[in-house]
């Protein structure tokens, strides 16, 4: 199984996203799940690259050229995709993975959490999403699209193509549960 994690270049004032990120790739390499992620080596993007190479995993980074240098691309991984832009980044992650997991991130991750959770809407893909809630870090922005729900603006259903959980092994299950 290959797993794409969206998650920031910066780094997160929050410890507990990296004690996660550790536990989450130590279970990467447990179970066999390759990483396929936005390329960097800083914020949590690169820690979570790092540990998982430390371990003896395996990661793909996808990065667009104009990124390589402000992201400081990955040298060390399994393979290092460089792409024109951020469209290119975003569709090649999404053919390389079987699932996605939304770490604590900004704009560039809810950009992307978005774009993939709109594609499964449409029907352009069935694979599982799921936001990985620490310490409560996506608890507004659930509450928003609850709130766009009760407006008529979001069905229910496309609502529920959002998986949540602030624990990791409830969202690999729910990623196994849900594979195409």
């Keep these: 199984m290959k797993i794409c994690i969206f998650c920031g270049a910066s780094e997160s004032r929050d410890e507990k996203v990296y004690s996660e990120a550790k536990a989450v790739m130590k279970s990467f390499l447990e179970n066999d799940i390759e990483l396929v992620y936005g390329g960097a080596a800083i914020g949590v993007m690169g820690a979570l690259a790092n540990e998982l190479m430390s371990l003896g995993g395996r990661a793909q980074g996808v990065i667009p050229r104009q990124l390589m240098k ?3 691309a990955h040298a060390g991984l399994t393979h290092l995709h460089v792409v024109a832009d951020m469209h290119e980044r975003k569709k090649m992650m999404y053919d390389l993975s079987d ?3 939304i770490f604590p991130g900004g704009m560039g991750t809810l950009d992307e959490l978005f774009e993939i959770l709109t594609w499964r809407q449409l029907g352009f893909h069935g694979k599982p999403i799921a936001l990985m809630n620490i ?3 996506f608890d507004h922005l659930q509450k928003f699209l609850d709130h766009a729900v009760s407006e008529g603006l979001i069905k229910s259903q496309d609502r529920a193509l959002l998986y949540s959980s602030s624990e990791w092994n ?5 990623f196994r549960q849900n594979q195409r």
């Design 170 to 174: 409830d969202i690999l299950h729910h």
């Design 135 to 137: 310490n409560g870090y």
């Design 99 to 101: 699932a996605f997991l």
């Design 70 to 72: 402000k992201e400081i």
